[in-house]
């Protein structure tokens, strides 16, 4: 069975920091690049960061950049995204998409497809 399951999220003060994990499994995530994004009910979805297939290259959205980072463990088939400095507005559920587009600015798209779908994790950054 193929799944993607992101974990990580929870509650933290403004200041503080969170690692997400974003793991497949029943398939490899090695030659898709990723895209973290979020989204608040109601909403467009945010792209927040990206990775290429090859960890070479990676794209920040300005509200997270020098905040945010992103990585590979190609081995064991995760990606993560290393979030300090949160802040409240930070606060929503988080989603990783593999996909294999054109480049970045496609990969975030409000409108683009993933190939596989996760359930998401749930920031709450609150004092």
């Known amino acids: 069975q193929k799944q993607l399951v992101e974990s990580g999220g929870g509650l933290v003060q403004p200041g503080g920091s969170l690692r997400l994990s974003c793991a497949a499994s029943g398939f490899t995530l090695d030659h898709y690049a990723i895209a973290w994004y979020r989204q608040v009910p109601g909403k467009e979805r945010e792209g927040v960061s990206c990775?290429?297939?090859?960890?070479?290259?990676?794209y920040y959205a300005d509200s997270v950049k020098g905040r945010f980072a992103i990585s590979r463990d190609n081995a064991k088939n995760t990606v993560y995204l290393q979030m300090d400095s949160l802040e409240p507005g930070d606060t929503t559920g988080y989603f990783c998409?593999?996909?294999?587009?054109?480049?970045?600015?496609?990969?975030?798209?409000?409108?683009?497809?993933?190939?596989?779908w996760g359930q998401g994790t749930q920031v709450t950054v609150s004092s």
């Open positions: 990775v290429s297939s090859d960890p070479d290259s990676t």
């Open positions: 998409g593999p996909g294999i587009a054109s480049s970045f600015v496609v990969l975030i798209s409000p409108q683009y497809d993933y190939t596989y």
